[in-house]
Nanobody, 127 residues
Framework: QVQLVESGGSLVQAGGSLRLSCAAS????????LGWFRQAPGKEREGVSC????????NYADSVKGRFTISRDNAKNTVYLQMNSLKPEDTGVYYC????????????????????WGQGTQVTVSS
């Protein structure tokens, strides 16, 4: 079964940290650009971060630059999002997505398209 499964979401106090994981099964992530998105209640989904196929290129939304770090371990078929100095406005459901591409680029903080999406993991940051 082809799927992406996120984990690591939780309730955390402002200033705290979380590490989200997204594990792929049924396909290999080597050929995919990967992205993290989030959706807060009542708001549209927004791109948070992107990492290129090899991991050499990353991109972040301005709101998370300097606080979040995206990484990938192709051997483990997993992408991560390390979130530090969390703020209440980081609250939302976080999704990972995979975009099969020939290019080793990440021109935006999200993905313009995706072949696969995860089911999401809830992150709640209390003030």
């Amino acid at each position: 079964q082809v799927q992406l499964v996120e984990s690591g979401g939780s309730l955390v106090q402002a200033g705290g940290s979380l590490r989200l994981s997204c594990a792929a099964s049924g396909f290999t992530l080597d050929y995919y650009r990967l992205g993290w998105f989030r959706q807060a209640p009542g708001k549209e989904r927004e791109g948070v971060s992107c990492i290129s196929r090899s991991g050499i290129t990353t991109n972040y939304a301005d709101s998370v630059k300097g606080r979040f770090t995206i990484s990938r371990d192709n051997a483990k078929n997993t992408v991560y999002l390390q979130m530090n100095s969390l703020k209440p406005e980081d609250t939302g459901v976080y999704y990972c997505a995979a975009d099969r591409t020939l290019f080793n680029l990440c021109p935006t903080a999200g993905l313009n398209r995706a072949d696969y999406w995860g089911q999401g993991t809830q992150v709640t940051v209390s003030s």
